[in-house]
């Protein structure tokens, strides 16, 4: 880890090695349930036909933290039943799911509401989030689920949220994600891992007080043909900086995350593209606003 990253961390509050949170307060499942939703991702109504590799998509998470796996058709959700929020949602984006999102005929945002997975435990109502101080925050983004309606309407399911930071989420967290969106149109095909970080205590809000309130964010992302990778750590709170400035490595997101990202690359493959961060290696992008 570089003395920028190192840095970067004390500045954002995040304590290494802090895993997702209070484990004193978490509970081990054992043997996680897992939800079936639809017929997997390799195929998809649009006619789209996924790489199959959806071994990239698998994580692993701290003994301590409490998971059922969810997987939908397009994305899949590490859901936290006791957090009431996802401990990180995968999934791939390609430039011809881009290229589909940007069509005049492509899916709209203001087409689609939040709406509760009744088949997933604890997942919230969209109303629990009234009169608090967070945004529906998504971890995968509509933007890259405009291509498809059925991944709209997953997108659009609770399990994708967590309560974010009005600034964030319509500041530096909108320009990552328009930056990620925007890479897969020449790296052909990404793979995603976003989600919340727990630090410290753990504070909670909602219409009963019951959904844990994130102390920041992550954003992994890889290309597997260009075999690179970057991460970005984000405070729950407005950022100072441009959003090129919480770049990190995904060694620095798994230390303090305590999750095990892209287990099914060799290891000398997984050594090499976690430990290096290099913006410049990226197309450059320039937020619209």
């Not at 991702?41 to 990239?56: A, H």
């Not at 809000?205 to 970057?230: D, L, M, S």
């Amino acid at each position: 880890m570089t003395k920028s990253t190192r840095t970067l961390l004390a500045l954002l509050g995040f304590t290494l090695a802090a895993c997702t949170g209070n484990t004193s307060q978490q509970q081990t499942d054992t043997k996680p349930d897992t939800f079936m939703s639809g017929n997997g991702r390799k195929t998809s109504s649009s006619g789209y036909q996924s790489t199959g590799d959806v071994s990239l998509l698998e994580i692993s998470l701290p003994g301590s933290v409490s998971n059922n796996t969810v997987n939908y058709d397009h994305i899949t959700v590490y859901w936290n039943p006791k957090l009431r929020q996802p401990n990180c949602v995968a999934y791939e984006l390609t430039a011809t799911q881009v290229s589909m999102g940007e069509a005049p005929d492509a899916e709209k945002r203001s087409d689609y509401n939040f709406n509760r997975d009744t088949k997933v435990k604890n997942c919230p109502d969209w109303w629990e989030y009234k009169n608090t101080d967070f945004d529906r925050g998504h971890m995968a983004p509509a933007m890259d689920m405009k291509w498809n309606k059925d991944a709209m309407e997953q997108c659009f399911l609770m399990t994708n949220i967590c309560p974010q930071n009005h600034k964030l989420n319509d500041g530096a967290w909108r320009h990552t994600e328009e930056a990620i969106h925007s890479w897969a149109r020449k790296s052909k095909r990404l793979v995603i891992f976003t989600g919340p970080i727990f630090n410290g205590s753990l504070r909670y809000t909602g219409k009963h007080n019951n959904i844990a309130i994130p102390t920041g964010f992550f954003k992994v992302v890889y290309a597997p043909e260009q075999k690179r990778a970057i991460a970005f750590l984000h405070e729950n709170k407005p950022a100072r900086q441009s959003w090129t400035r919480y770049a990190v490595t995904i060694d620095s997101v798994e230390s303090v995350t305590g999750i095990n990202f892209l287990a099914a690359l060799p290891d000398n493959i997984e050594d090499a593209v976690e430990s290096r961060q290099d913006i410049r290696q990226w197309p450059t992008y320039t937020p619209k606003r």
